[in-house]
RNA sequence: GGCUGGGUGGCAGAGUGGCCAUGCUGCGGAUUGCAAAUCCGUCUACCUCGGUUCGACUCCGGGCCCAGCCUCCA
């Protein structure tokens, strides 16, 4: 039995999806004016993770993550860079794309784009405007009207006399309430802009997730997704938009990721402390930053540093060793013992996924135990591995490979030299001159390369 | 002030009413020509104060501390 964590509720529940057998889901996903960083990549991945998991429960997943490519921020860096904002954006939908796959972060189904939704927003703020949840200020702007939501606060668990309106960001002086906020903005001179009833402009910035999940979706689906910053206010207006729309319930479980922090202090491109997807891809390997990622739960903080990328990195490694040299080919994974029935625990466990790599270390742990005596039983327990590593979307690379390439890797000159020395080793070690044994080794080891006697061979890696 | 999450061994990080997480690192042993890899063993872990209980790190209540949100953010 799956049991998500609900954001609504606050409490973990009984997932149990609107159509039998079916799940449609809905993540909010990149607003594209620069790189991912490493907050972006946990929401990719973790959902990445989510979907995949629920696909092997045997569900059909509509996965929907939208990309919003007009907003004041793109405006803003597009002015600084006198580009076209459609320049901008292109570019950083082409940039994320490409992290997503470095990644291993499977495609959604359907990636709406804002631009491409403008008929489908303007038709639900006039749906608002009909219901009575919208005005239009003296600046043109059209705003929600928070007040004729009764059930505002009700994912944040806010009340609106609780807040300090003005707190971080200054409240726009044509609102009738500081919790209003706006659905469509009035273009200045020079500024892109799109034809509405209200006159040339621009939509909000929650107005877009609402008719783009709802045109996906329909007026309701099971899931929506997201960081935890996203909670407020862009979820409760997201909510306050589409059932002031429909009437209905609009999402059925909350999801959000905690945040990713640098020094117990969050990452966010407004304090500067990011660090970018393809920035860290320099030292590190995509595979490692998703194992960091998935070797904690969701929902916690997870702390940013080289010590915690270099643990990835070795605890990898080390499962890579493991399955080096063992042929999975023989069987399809699909085992079920007591890791399989532990490892589907955890995962039916709120999705948790540092649980099911623990599983994976017993596996392991196990093959190599098995190794020297029972073959198949270990070739039919690696195979096991791989597939349930397959799901957290790790350990899918040939070892062999794995653990000979890397962020530098090698040229084939390079590793022609190395098998050439290696060669002279054996031959040295065979007449016993382990005085130059030694000094091809401290060679190697000088160029990262750790070597491996086996019984009657050698084999390298890099370290 | 209100609202969310959290506080677990050297570090990271799960979990459970009584026994073992797991990973990284350190230490001892086996193995090895020496290593590496691997195996075996090992390091005073559960913020604090009360309560419930035969038994609490785990359940309940009060503190303290950390992070985040209160209309820019994933």
Redesign the pocket.
Known sequence: MLEI?N?LT??KEEFKPIEEGKIRMYV????VY?YC????A??LVVFDVIVRYLRLLNYEVTYVRNI?DI???IIVRALENKEDFMLLTERFIKAMHEDCEALNVLPPDIEPRATDSMADIISMISKLEKNGYSYTANNGDVYYD?KKFKE?GKL?????E???????????AAKKN????VLWKMAKVDEPSWDSPWGKGRPG??IECSAMSTQCLGDQFDIHG?????????H??EIAQTEACTGKTSVNYWI??????VD????????GN?FTVREVLKNYRAEEIRY?IL?????????Y?S??L???K??L??MY??LRGIKTDKFDGILKNRYSERFVK?MN??F?T??A??I???I??EI??L??GSKSEAQELAAQLKYLASILGILQEDPEVYLQGGVNALDGLETKEIDKLIQQ?IEA?ISKD??E??RI?DVLTAKGI?????AGD?IW?KE
Request: one cysteine or more.
């Open positions: 964590y954001s606050k409490s909010c996903g990149m607003t620069d960083h490493i907050g972006h946990r929401v919003t907003d004041d921020k928070v505002y944040s668990g806010r009340k609106l609780d807040q300090i309106a003005g707190k971080r960001v200054e409240v726009d500081p919790e209003d906020f910035w929650h997201g960081g935890m910053d996203l909670k407020f206010p862009h409760e207006n959000h990721n905690g945040f990713v922090q117990e202090t969050k990452m966010s491109k407004s304090l990011f960091f070797n904690s739960h969701y929902r916690s903080p997870l702390n540093s010590d915690n270099d643990a990835a070795s605890a490694a080390n060793n493991t955890a466990d709120d948790n540092a649980g790599i623990s994976l270390f017993e392991t742990h190599n135990r190794n020297s080793r070690r382990f005085k044994a030694d080794r750790v070597l491996e006697d086996k050698t890696r």
